[in-house]
């Protein structure tokens, strides 16, 4: 057993921070208290040090993308192809990549992979820990949710094809129709033999509430089709990205819909992003909608996240809430925060230690543990 003693523990859900030990055992919290020393502990004096829940950027391409290369390194998009939920990031995922190193020295312990946006329907995301080490040993989740993306870039790769779709008439049909086939053949499939079919296979499972559908939509007219197919399907959306999500906030307060948005550092010169309002998040946020920040690493540098979200501070978030972009609300999204997300009795012992406050952008981190393991110490 692990004892952290004198730490001040941010706690990011009640909005305090509280001089407390932290007792681990078997990669959770076991304990907080004072006072928690017994003879078997190693203990560890942080000496007033902050304590932070580790932090999660919740849609990026890491390890899908790799740091330095060209085309041979990129496999985030499969581009002859429209439809393709039954396709895994997992698989595509380089473990070595330094962009995960990066990341976790900034703090983030837990990443979501997802497929590119050229296709209509992406592959099925993984959540990972960013500890170094395989696939199979870093992954949460092979399967936290399915990719999808409305606009203008998946019909980018097919106008030289001149292929559907063409406009977002053709993308929403194929949304539409891949959902009714899915449904359809899972309807047929306890009635009849039919052929396994990975797509649909993974779509049903959307179909089943049993995960979201992850929508990447910046325009409003985009977010409203999204909440569109989530009422007509009865099934459980994210809004990603969601750089106009301000235009259209009552709907998607009305629809119960949580919502990514891209960190500020991101390039706002694409068509789609010249509406992007830096307030975007706190207008968001004053709705009651759940909101994450990501910062969509490549687009951002994962590594930056923190940052990310400390520039929104000037648009007036407290501290916590600040915090919760990047802690407890892509936590709570990706339906694991009985697991992550905050410092909790019986959660992973994902922590971070700040030598001040997190927000402080000169704060330097000393020590860093995933599942109660410490994998770095200054």
């Not at 990031?89 to 330094?98: A, E, H, M, R, V």
């Not at 179909?207 to 007219?221: D, F, G, R, Y």
């Amino acid at each position: 057993m692990i004892l952290l003693r004198n730490c001040q523990v941010v706690d990011v859900e009640n909005g305090e921070i509280v001089l407390n030990d932290i007792l681990i055992e078997h990669k959770r919290i076991k304990k907080l208290g004072i006072n928690l020393l017994e003879e078997n502990h190693k203990v560890i004096d942080l000496k007033g040090a902050y304590v932070c829940p580790g932090f999660i950027d919740i849609a990026t391409e890491i390890g899908l993308v790799e740091s330095g290369r060209k085309s041979e390194g990129n496999d985030t998009n499969e581009v002859n192809e429209e439809i393709i939920p039954g396709m895994k990031s997992l698989n595509g995922i380089y473990p070595f990549d330094i962009s995960f190193k990066e990341a976790l020295l900034s703090g983030i312990t837990t990443v979501v992979v997802s497929s590119g946006g050229s296709n209509v329907i992406g592959a099925q995301s993984s959540a990972l820990k960013t500890k170094i080490a395989t696939v199979d040993d870093m992954v949460i989740d092979s399967s936290i949710d399915i990719k999808a993306t409305l606009g203008d870039e998946p019909k980018k790769w097919n106008q030289n094809s001149q292929t559907t779709p063409l406009s977002r008439m053709g993308i929403m049909n194929l949304l539409r129709n891949s959902l009714i086939k899915a449904k359809d053949y899972m309807e047929n499939k306890t009635e009849i033999k039919v052929d396994i079919n990975l797509n649909y296979e993974a779509l049903a499972r959307v179909l089943n509430k049993e995960i979201p559908l992850k929508i990447a939509a910046n325009k409003a007219q985009d977010i409203l089709s999204a909440i569109e197919i989530k009422k007509e399907f009865n099934i459980n959306v994210i809004i990603d990205e969601c750089a106009e999500g301000y235009m259209v906030k009552e709907y998607l307060k009305e629809a119960n819909i949580p919502v990514i948005v891209s960190s500020p550092l991101i390039d706002t010169s694409g068509l789609e992003l010249i509406n992007s309002r830096i307030d975007n998040v706190k207008i968001l946020m004053n709705e009651g909608i759940d909101v994450a920040l990501s910062t969509h690493h490549p687009k951002v540098s994962s590594e930056l996240l923190l940052f990310s979200s400390v520039m929104l501070m000037r648009e007036g978030l407290s501290i916590f809430d600040t915090l919760k972009l990047i802690t407890v609300n892509p936590a709570k999204i990706l339906n694991l925060h009985d697991r992550i997300g905050s410092i909790k009795e019986g959660k992973y012992a994902d922590l971070v230690v700040f030598d001040d406050l997190p927000t402080n952008t000169l704060s330097k981190i000393s020590l860093i543990m995933i599942d109660g393991e410490i994998v770095f110490k200054s």
